[in-house]
Nanobody, 121 residues
Framework: QVQLVESGGGLVQAGGSLRLSCAAS????????LGWFRQSPGKEREFLAA????????TYTDSVKGRFTISRDNAKNTVYLQMNSLKPEDTAVYYC??????????????WGQGTQVTVSS
């Protein structure tokens, strides 16, 4: 069992930055991949990025490459999503999730409650 708690969302102007945090707890975290997703009203949930807890390998969806960076702090059991050059279309609820499937899989086993990001124009 893994528990995930997101934080760091809020209101930001277009062009600004935010860093989201996902605090993880549970056993054998090193065996998991942690991913970030987002969902806005009327749209399907969208994968953004993922990181392999053990080793730190990352993967991103093309639409956020160069703007978003996923990282982890093993000592704090926390995964971050640094978001730069934010656009109004980045407005969504952002979720972190944990998976024991290979990096790149769309199968995630545990989800956080989400944090709202709103980008104003």
């Amino acid at each position: 069992q893994v528990q995930l708690v997101e934080s760091g969302g809020g209101l930001v102007q277009a062009g600004g930055s935010l860093r989201l945090s996902c605090a993880a707890s549970g056993r054998f975290l090193i065996t998991y991949n942690l991913g970030w997703f987002r969902q806005s009203p009327g749209k399907e949930r969208e994968f953004l990025a993922a990181i392999k807890w053990g080793g730190g390998r990352t993967t991103y969806t093309d639409s956020v490459k160069g703007r978003f960076t996923i990282s982890r702090d093993n000592a704090k059991n926390t995964v971050y999503l640094q978001m730069n050059s934010l656009k109004p279309e980045d407005t969504a609820v952002y979720y972190c999730a944990a998976s024991r499937s290979p990096l790149g899989s769309d199968k995630y086993d545990y989800w956080g409650q989400g944090t709202q990001v709103t980008v104003s124009s």
